[in-house]
């Protein structure tokens, strides 16, 4: 069992900064592809960014090709996303995802684990 506590969300004014960490449980998390997606109010939830497990290959969505960039520390269970020039269309709560399969992650499909979700907001 994977468990993911997600953190560093809040209240930001549009041009701002954030960066948001996923610590998680169980050591077996390191093989695991890492993703973040986002749901806003009244939207499905989608895809920002996913990095496979050795690091080196990453997807993001077009929305934040440029502007969000996607880490991960495996010594410390944790993935990281530094969200640069924050716009209020970013506004939405925040969701780390763990999965073996990178390609269920990219896909959006058969997620293995979930965060609880941390709220973003950017004010114009």
């Known amino acids: 069992q994977v468990q993911l506590v997600e953190s560093g969300g809040g209240l930001v004014q549009a041009g701002g900064s954030l960066r948001l960490s996923c610590a998680a449980s169980g050591r077996t998390v390191s093989l695991y592809g890492m993703g973040w997606f986002r749901q806003a109010p009244g939207k499905e939830r989608e895809l920002v960014a996913a990095?496979?497990?050795?690091?080196?290959?990453?997807d993001y969505a077009d929305s934040v090709k440029g502007r969000f960039t996607i880490s991960r520390e495996n010594a410390k269970y944790t993935v990281y996303l530094q969200m640069n020039s924050l716009k209020p269309e970013d506004t939405a709560v925040y969701y780390c995802?763990?999965?073996?399969?990178?390609?269920?992650?990219?896909?959006?499909?058969?997620?293995?684990?979930w965060g609880q979700g941390t709220q973003v907001t950017v004010s114009s």
């Open positions: 990095i496979n497990w050795r690091g080196g290959g990453t």
């Open positions: 995802a763990a999965d073996r399969q990178y390609s269920d992650l990219v896909r959006s499909v058969s997620i293995d684990y």
